[in-house]
C-alpha cells in the first residue's frame, strides 16, 4: 500500500469524526429534551390532579346505609317522622302497621349517607345561614347505636348552594341534590293498591254489577262493557280513608260486607312453561273486582276496597251510582 494512499485515508477518517461526534450530541441532547419533557409533562398531571382534588367534593358522610337502623327527619318547623328498620324491613315508628313504600325510604337512606359538600364556611353564625331555624333537620342511627344529627339552612342566592350542619357542628355548602329526598309528607310513602284498570275492551267477555242485597246484572254487550268499564277505571285506588282496616273494621265501620261489588271477566295473556322448557303463550280467564260498602258520613263518596287489601277508598257518589245504575240496563235492539 503506498503512503499517499493511507493518507487519503487518515484525511477521510478526520473528517468523520466530527461529524460521529456531533450525532453523539445530538443523540445526548435528544435523550435529555424527551426526559425533560416527561417530567414537564409528570408535574403538568399532578398539577391537573391537584387542582381536580381541590375542587372535588368534601365528603362529610360515606358510610352503609344498610347497616342504618334509625332514620328520622322534619321540615321546618312540621312534625318528626321517624322511621326504624327491623331486618331488612323499615317501619314506620307511630304506627308499624303503616303500608310503608321500602324502596323510598331507603333511597332516603343512602343519600343521607353519602354527603358531599363545596366548601367549608368559616366566618358567620348559626344565625347568619339559617341554621337556627332549619328548614330541614335530618337524624340517622347506623348499628342501633351511632347517631348523626344534621340540619339544612338557607339557599345562597349566589350559587345556589344551602347551608349546611354537619354533625361536628361545622358549617358547609352542599348542593340542592339532597332536598328532593326529604320532601315527603308521610301520605306520600303510603303504598296503596294497584288496581286494574289497563284491560282492552276487546278481551272483556262480560261485567257484573251486584248490589247489596245480592241482585245482580252481568254486561257483556259492547256498548255496555264500554260504558261500565270506563266508570270502573274511575276505582284508582287514590282517595284512601284507611291504610289499615281490619276485618272488623271493614264490615262494620265503613259496611264493606263483599256483597255490593262490580267484577270485571276477562282474558289474559300468560306465558307457560311446559315440561320440555318451551314457553307458550295462552290466554286464560281472569277478574278484576272492588267491593263496595257505606256512603261518606258527609255524603260526598262511597267506601270501596279491593279483595285482600287492608285499604279503604273513597270514589265519588256520581262514579257509584252511576256502576249501580247497570243493575237495570238491557243492551239496545
Known amino acids: 500500500m503506498s503512503e499517499n494512499t493511507n493518507l487519503q485515508r487518515r484525511k477521510k477518517k478526520n473528517k468523520a469524526l466530527p461529524l460521529i461526534i456531533l450525532v453523539g450530541i445530538m443523540c445526548v441532547l435528544g435523550i435529555a429534551y424527551a426526559s425533560l419533557s416527561a417530567a414537564n409533562d ?27 337502623t334509625g332514620l328520622s327527619y322534619r321540615v321546618g318547623e312540621g312534625e318528626w317522622i321517624t322511621f326504624t328498620r327491623s331486618g331488612t324491613e323499615w317501619q314506620y315508628t307511630e304506627d308499624t302497621e303503616f303500608p310503608l313504600n321500602q324502596e323510598t325510604v331507603s333511597t332516603m337512606a343512602a343519600a343521607i349517607s353519602s354527603i358531599g359538600a363545596t366548601r367549608k364556611v368559616e366566618e358567620g353564625t348559626e344565625a347568619d345561614y339559617g341554621l337556627d331555624t332549619p328548614s330541614y333537620e335530618i337524624h340517622i342511627t347506623y348499628n342501633g347505636s351511632t347517631t348523626y344529627r344534621y340540619a339544612v339552612g338557607d339557599m345562597n342566592t349566589f350559587n345556589g348552594e344551602y347551608y349546611f350542619r354537619n354533625d361536628d357542628g361545622g358549617v358547609y355548602m352542599i348542593s340542592s341534590a339532597l332536598l328532593p329526598y326529604f320532601q315527603y309528607t308521610l301520605e306520600d310513602l303510603i303504598v296503596l293498591d294497584t288496581p286494574v284498570t289497563d284491560i282492552s275492551s276487546e278481551y272483556i267477555t262480560g261485567i257484573t254489577v251486584t248490589a247489596a242485597d245480592g241482585t245482580a246484572n252481568t254486561v257483556t254487550d259492547a256498548d255496555g262493557i264500554a260504558g261500565l268499564y270506563s266508570l270502573f277505571t274511575s276505582l ?76 279503604v277508598y273513597t270514589i265519588g257518589s256520581d262514579v257509584y251510582e252511576g256502576i249501580m245504575g247497570y243493575l237495570s240496563y238491557t243492551p239496545a235492539e
Do not use: H
Open 236 to 311: 284508582d285506588c287514590e282517595e284512601w280513608a284507611d291504610y289499615s282496616a281490619d276485618s272488623e273494621e271493614m264490615s262494620g265501620k265503613y259496611g264493606i260486607d263483599q256483597v255490593s261489588s262490580i267484577t270485571v271477566s276477562y282474558k289474559k295473556s300468560v306465558d307457560v312453561t311446559d315440561t320440555s322448557g318451551n314457553v307458550q303463550t295462552t290466554m286464560m280467564d281472569a277478574t278484576a273486582k272492588v267491593y263496595f260498602g257505606n256512603a261518606v258520613l258527609d255524603g260526598s263518596g262511597v267506601y270501596y276496597t279491593l279483595p285482600k287489601s287492608t285499604v
Open 42 to 68: 409528570k408535574a403538568e398531571a399532578d398539577r391537573l390532579a391537584a387542582e381536580e382534588a381541590a375542587n372535588a367534593a368534601i365528603m362529610l358522610a360515606e358510610l352503609d346505609s344498610t347497616t342504618a
